[in-house]
């Protein structure tokens, strides 16, 4: 390979690395409507979901989904909260909070909360696994809008038009009802969309470093008996809506601590209960994490350039 298809093949892996770590931050307005029913369908999603929630892999009431179709990938969590229904709806509804959250996450290497044109930005730096300059990231712009608020139910949602290298339409979309013991049941929905440009670079990144890498949805058995896992882009999905998913549960755990304490909390929890699911979420060692994370943490504090 001569030096400039080399330079190429790197660009399009680091811009899927980085697309992969948002994955599932999108959808259509049609998937926007289906996925967020409101109070009455997100009850009805609740007992429709039972067995799931009752008898699975995560060793926590949570159901996770994932579909693939044409230029999309999107994943779905459905989990019971173990914290009281209000403190969810105040801690995720309040967009000062959503940096806090997403810093947790390997890719997220920069998070800041603005105000332009009447709208509520998150400004987000994505990257490597391991420390990085932000001048090296991909930034993306997320505009924050609040959905339904009432006193058992809240929705809202982060959506950037564009990402890096022909990605598009990146949504997290949030809901959750209240149960009847007090405790909030989630779903939490990711989306992206991509061109032809990003289509490569998805190609390049599962052909290469991520040829390896599986989700969590069973799709067989291997030979020896052991269960055979998803693959490709699904896989992507599945494993950074987990990842995204347990940032949230780390927030919230967090808040049983002095405020002092409440980061440091966030980043051991968050590593943690990643490491319950080795198989998919391994990727740095504990020492690593931590060090790079208190760094990125440190900047976040800063204006970004």
């Not at 993306?140 to 990402?163: E, L, N």
Request: glycine share 6%; net charge positive; proline share 3%.
């Amino acid at each position: 390979m001569d030096l400039s298809r080399h330079q190429f093949l790197r660009t399009l892996l680091r811009a899927a690395l980085c697309c992969l770590a948002l994955a599932a931050t999108t959808a259509s307005a049609a998937d926007s409507a289906q996925s967020l029913d409101g109070a009455a369908g997100l009850r009805t999603r609740y007992t429709q979901l039972q067995p799931q929630l009752q008898d699975n892999v995560f060793g926590r009431p949570l159901h996770l989904d994932s579909s693939e179709g044409g230029s999309t990938v999107k994943g779905d969590i459905y989990a019971v909260l173990d914290h009281p229904f209000s403190q969810v709806r105040e801690s995720l509804s309040n967009p000062a909070n959503w940096c806090d959250i997403l810093i947790l996450h390997l890719n997220t290497k920069y998070c800041s909360l603005s105000s332009a044109g009447g709208k509520t930005m998150l400004r987000m730096h994505v990257g490597k696994k391991t420390p990085q300059d932000l001048r090296d990231t991909y930034r993306v712009d997320f505009v924050y809008a609040a959905g339904a608020a009432a006193s058992d139910y809240f929705s809202s949602s982060m959506r950037a038009d564009k990402g890096p290298l022909d990605t598009s339409d990146y949504r997290i979309q949030i809901e959750a009802v209240q149960l009847p013991d007090n405790r909030a049941f989630l779903h939490l929905s990711y989306a992206y969309g991509y061109g032809m440009a990003g289509k490569l670079a998805l190609r390049a990144y599962l052909a290469t470093v991520g040829r390896d890498k599986v989700g969590f949805t069973v799709t067989g058995q291997q030979s020896d008996g052991k269960p055979k896992y998803v693959t490709g882009s699904r896989a992507s999905v599945e494993r950074n809506t987990m990842r995204y998913y347990l940032a949230i549960d780390a927030y919230l755990s967090s808040l049983s601590q002095p405020a002092a304490l409440r980061q440091e909390k966030r980043l051991e929890t968050w590593y943690a209960t990643t490491e319950q699911y080795r198989t998919q979420l391994n990727e740095v060692d504990r020492n690593a994490y931590l060090a790079m994370k208190r760094d990125e943490v440190a900047r976040q504090q800063l204006p970004a350039d």
